[in-house]
């Protein structure tokens, strides 16, 4: 099914902008895969929420540049503590960065706002693209 990514309905016959494909989408959808929450929907975003999705796209990427901040000063911080101790703990070290990235992927599975590929909707037909070389089974 073609589907909107923020209002969760079909966009087919309406206009809507493809999201794009980037590594990030392609990792969550394996992860939601493991989770087996994945739904195998082509994503897009419609029309009427192609203003508000911008919007949050905008705030996400802040969003994930604060956290990218954040995830080096504890870096930095670990280092600092490390070498003023004097003493490696390799567990500590290595939960800390199993809870960061825990943290991360947590928080991109359900707050990821994917990017689109234009900003001008297009009609969106039921008919699946023909210029797409992969198929999978199915019907
Ligand atoms: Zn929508």
Redesign the pocket.
């Known amino acids: 099914m073609k589907m ?1 990514v ?2 969760q ?1 079909e966009v087919a016959g309406k206009k809507a902008v493809k999201v794009r494909e980037d590594k990030t989408i392609r990792v969550l959808r394996k992860i939601k895969r493991l989770f087996r929450v994945a739904k195998g929907n082509e994503l897009y ?2 029309e ?2 192609m203003k508000e999705h911008l919007e949050k796209r905008k705030s996400f990427e802040k969003t994930m540049l604060i956290f990218s901040v954040i995830a080096a000063l504890i870096i930095v911080l670990l280092l600092v503590t490390i070498i003023f101790s004097g003493r490696f703990e390799i567990w500590t070290v290595l939960s800390a960065i199993f809870i960061g990235i825990f943290l991360f992927l947590f928080s991109m599975i359900f707050k990821y706002v994917p990017g689109v590929e234009s900003v001008i909707p297009v009609p969106v037909t039921k008919k699946p693209e023909a210029k797409r070389k992969k198929k999978r089974g199915g019907k």
Do not use: E, L, Y
Request: aromatic residues 0%.
């Open positions: 909107c923020d209002c309905k975003v419609c009427d929420c």
